[in-house]
Nanobody, 119 residues
Framework: QVQLVESGGGLVQAGGSLRLSCAAS????????MGWYRQAPGKQRELVAA???????NYPDSVKGRFIISRDNAKNTVYLQMNSLKPEDTGVYYC?????????????WGQGTQVTVSS
């Protein structure tokens, strides 16, 4: 039973910043990737940032240079620092953890937190 609890979303003006947090609990394999995805109304869910347990990060071009993902293994928490926010960043942000074990994929999602960027 894995649970991911997100916090930090809200309403901000364009150019502002937010920091999202996601606290994970339960049986999570130590070798994993944690990440953030977002989904805007009428659009597909897209990767925002991901970070492996080994420290490798991945960002799409749309957020590169503006968003920073980090992890605190002691607290089993992943963060997303979002700077220079744009209206197109608006959406529901979901925390995710994924790992592979014995040929199977294990993936869990948080409940999502709304981020709204006004112009």
């Amino acid at each position: 039973q894995v649970q991911l609890v997100e916090s930090g979303g809200g309403l901000v003006q364009a150019g502002g910043s937010l920091r999202l947090s996601c606290a994970a609990s339960g049986s999570i394999f130590s070798t994993n990737t944690m990440g953030w995805y977002r989904q805007a109304p009428g659009k597909q869910r897209e990767l925002v940032a991901a970070m492996t347990s080994g420290g490798r990060t991945n960002y799409p071009d749309s957020v590169k240079g503006r968003f920073i993902i980090s992890r605190d293994n002691a607290k089993n928490t992943v963060y997303l620092q979002m700077n220079s926010l744009k209206p197109e960043d608006t959406g529901v942000y979901y925390c995710n953890v994924k790992w592979f074990l014995y040929g199977s994929t294990y993936e869990h999602w948080g409940q999502g937190t709304q981020v709204t960027v006004s112009s």
